[in-house]
């Protein structure tokens, strides 16, 4: 079983729509949750870290769902700009270098 | 606002040859990684390197590849012989702490031919 799982999509909505992704983790011994952006064939930009009260960053919010090990994030009122791959990014308590498991990303097109 | 920074941003070079891919990570950050992505794949880790020592690596990281940091500011990842298969955008990542985000360089695009 994938440790982190995502929808590949894409997701095709209009400019204005709220559009959601999830993403699932195997592991319950997962320590950080992170939502980054990717354009083609760019480097994944951190959008935001998610917390277990949940968090919000202009149009974006992330929840975290521990009981049934997933992250979430809702985009408000979207943009043509975010057009992107959105990526989810997990570390496991397990690994002692802190590395990041990676989905493998849903797509979001958001058309006029 | 301070960035991580990669050179060169592609690289081509033939089989059995080897790459040195830099990154300069953000100046007052401790943690250090590499990542790479096959076209079309997914972002996966290679190693993490904190206080001069690799802290984790993955089974992508053989003995084919290295890191280093030469000196205050750079940090290299040398593959000794490229393969085919080692073809990808390699991204090198700082955080500050452990367990903070990680922040990515824009990559260097291999190519092995």
């Known amino acids: 079983r994938k440790e982190v799982e995502q929808d590949p999509g894409p997701f095709n909505v209009p400019e204005g729509a709220t559009v959601a992704f999830n993403c699932t983790y195997s592991n319950s011994a997962s320590q950080s949750f992170f939502w980054y952006r990717q354009d083609c064939r760019k480097e994944p930009k951190l959008l935001m870290s998610v917390y277990s009260s949940g968090n919000e960053d202009g149009r974006f919010t992330a929840q975290l769902n521990r009981a049934s090990q997933y992250i979430s994030l809702l985009i408000r009122d979207s943009k043509l700009s975010d057009s992107a791959t959105y990526l989810c990014a997990v570390t496991f308590a397990y690994n002692a270098g802190n590395m990041l498991t990676f989905g493998g990303g849903t797509r979001l097109m958001v058309k006029p | 606002e301070p960035e991580v920074t990669q050179t060169p941003s592609h690289q081509v070079t033939q089989m059995g040859q080897e790459v040195i891919l830099r990154c300069v990570p953000i100046s007052n950050h401790l943690y250090f990684y590499w990542y790479r992505q096959i076209l079309g794949q997914k972002v996966e880790f290679l190693v993490s390197?904190?206080?001069?020592?690799?802290?984790?690596k993955s089974e992508i990281f053989d003995d084919q590849f290295s890191v280093e940091r030469p000196d205050g500011s750079n940090f290299t990842l040398k593959i000794r012989s490229t393969k085919l298969e080692d073809s990808a955008m390699y991204f090198c990542a700082s955080s500050a702490g452990r367990n903070d985000e990680q922040f990515f360089g824009p990559g260097t695009r291999l190519t092995v031919l």
């Open positions: 390197f904190y206080n001069n020592e690799i802290s984790e």
